[in-house]
């Protein structure tokens, strides 16, 4: 009996830790939010364009297959130091540490819609 109000109680705390992680933000209009991951990631991965969605770089996961991850946002100052929208940079490797953050929409219906939008904010040339 203890031992299952004690398997609850640490599944409570986790629970509890794991939502302080997060913050939720409205924005300017009623129907949005902004769902905001406080973790920094980092990758290894190599440059593989700029597309009007993002930049595209190349990773491998931990059994070698490769995937693309997709930046939609970059600190300006990353960019006046790394020209991502030419394609000099195309096949160059690159460590970045980056942020998600979810942001959620309601449509006209009251449908919910989330974007994923993958923000680099530190970049260096491996």
């Known amino acids: 009996m203890k031992t299952n109000v004690l398997l609850k ?5 986790l629970s509890v830790f794991t939502l302080a992680s997060f913050t939720v933000s409205p924005n300017s209009n009623d129907n949005s939010a902004t769902l905001t991951i406080q ?8 440059y593989d364009g ?3 969605y993002g930049y595209n770089f190349i ?6 297959e490769e995937y693309t991850i997709t930046f939609q946002e970059i600190k ?3 960019l006046s130091e790394f020209d991502l929208k030419s394609e000099i940079l195309i096949g160059k490797s690159f ?3 980056y942020q998600t953050r979810i942001e959620a929409t309601i ?3 009251g449908f919910e819609d989330e974007e994923e939008i993958n ?8």
């Open 9 to 13: 109680l640490i599944g409570f705390s």
């Open 39 to 46: 973790d920094e990631m980092v990758v290894n991965a190599v």
């Open 50 to 52: 700029h597309e009007e």
């Open 59 to 64: 990773a491998k996961n931990k059994d070698g």
């Open 76 to 78: 300006e100052e990353l």
């Open 95 to 97: 460590s970045i540490t």
């Open 107 to 109: 449509d006209d219906d």
């Open 119 to 126: 923000t680099i904010i530190n970049l260096k040339k491996l």
